[in-house]
């Protein structure tokens, strides 16, 4: 959202600096240099503008790349979390099991010899 508010910003300075421009008419100016000068300086800071609307794109581009990409780290996540808990009830599960096998099923008395 940031990139858009700079995006924006920069086409309000754009249309603030070459109003007063836009509003004069050349009425024959002495120095025609100079008004020559002015206009590459203002198409000079177009084309600047452009490339900096163009590099702010490809960053939003880049940023919904990373936004994807957290979707599925968040996914990843997710299932680590199930296997986790799917190894733990089994884990659970395996020493209930050696616990009854372990333990003697009847305690064995020895035989008296007669």
């Known amino acids: 959202m940031k990139p858009l508010g700079t995006a924006v910003a920069s086409i309000a300075l754009l249309v ?3 109003a007063p421009a836009i509003a004069q008419k050349p009425t024959g100016s002495p120095n025609p240099g100079l ?3 002015r206009m590459t300086r203002m198409m000079k800071m177009m084309g ?18 990373m936004g994807a990409m957290q979707g599925r780290m ?9 296997m986790q808990a799917m190894m733990q009830q089994h ?4 020493q209930q099991h050696c616990a009854g096998a372990m333990a003697p099923a009847t305690p064995s008395t020895p035989k008296k010899s007669q």
């Open 16 to 18: 603030v600096s070459l």
């Open 48 to 65: 600047d503008m452009q490339q900096q609307m163009g590099q702010m794109q490809e960053q939003m581009k880049s940023m919904q790349g």
């Open 35 to 37: 008004e020559d000068e």
């Open 74 to 82: 968040d996914q990843m996540r997710g299932s680590m979390e199930q």
């Open 91 to 94: 884990r659970a599960e395996m």
